[in-house]
């Protein structure tokens, strides 16, 4: 039987493209390690002038205080340019770290990928 | 049987992962409470009070890192930063008081600050905890504290170094202390931080340098916040203050009517 060892993971991220709106898939811990994926993935992501991006959180691990100051960091840059940011695939624990920093009053945190995509859509218009 | 393997090995990762987030991250709280005031504390400007991280304040969006090295043999990251919450106040500058929870920098405890502002202003406000594993250690401000933000205090092992890092990402909470950003308190800011890590370090016993790293995240001032002065620590700390002589007078009117 393999152990379950506690492990922090390297994150990685995969941007993809639907319609108008940049996906970034967020996988492994989101931490200080993180930093540099993210700035790569957020350059890539709104290289194109997209009209939304979506983090999705469902492959992310753990995520702690310096990863949050990561994404308000986004945060701060998607203002800058105007580009909505929304959000799926959060645990119920992080969509409560959300509502404790109060993430979540300016980043949509929807249930699923369609639900997100189309709030971008609705976001954009 | 070795899908089943599979399953109890998962299962048993979300739930040490579960266990580690309830741990090291502060629970929901709508508004703040402290419990127990510690002597000589002033509690003002705390209990009732929401959080409001860097997207809730008024002012440009700064983060800034401060950073000491030093020798991996003298400390180890973990080791630094357990001294560091069991002696925070004690690496506060002078004529600052940090108001530690009795039961420590543990997620979701609340500290009270007493702070010295240039023209020997008086400010009581507060932090909570907002997270704390072995590594690092994060206060985030309530409503009417002069930042509103949240300040990550973290030990790593570089080149065999540990490097005692705290970083704070932050906006003024409202104009005035943006104004007073503006008008030295940066400068202030830089200095306070700058003597905090040096205290770090001089306790390891060594004198080590900080490095000091300015970034501004956002350049825009967030103008629908200007209400936020509303809940200004300094007006009402400041208020307070002048109100002391009436609460002064209050007091001796009903001591004497109770004697008489």
Known sequence: ?125 | MDGMDDRTVENTREKQVAARDATYWAKAVSRLNVSNVPEGAINLNVTGKRLAGPIQGFGKMWQKTYQVSLPRERVSPMDLIATWKQRFPDFWPEGNSFYAPLTGIEPGEVALLNMTLPGKMKLSTGVMVLYADEESFTLMTPQGHMFAGWITFSATEVDGQTVAQAQVLMRASDPIFELGLTLGGHRQEDRFWNQTLTAVADHFGEFAEVDTQVVCVDKRRQWSRWSNVWHSSAIRSTGYMMGAPVRALRGLTRRSRMAG
């Open chain 1, 1 to 125: 039987m393999r152990e379950a060892t506690m492990t922090t993971s390297e994150m990685s991220t995969v941007i993809r493209r639907r319609d108008r709106v940049a996906v970034i898939d967020l996988v492994g811990d989101v931490n200080a390690r993180a930093e540099d994926s993210l700035d790569t993935a957020w350059a890539e992501a709104t290289r194109e002038g997209p009209d939304a991006v979506i983090l999705n959180f469902e492959g992310a691990g753990y995520i702690n205080s310096t990863g949050i100051a990561l994404i308000v960091g986004l945060l701060a840059r998607a203002r800058a340019r105007t580009i909505p940011i929304l959000a799926y695939g959060l645990t119920p624990h992080y969509r409560e770290i959300f509502e404790i920093t109060r993430l979540a009053d300016f980043l949509a945190i929807n249930p699923d990928e369609d639900s997100a995509v189309r709030g971008a859509e609705r976001s954009s218009t």
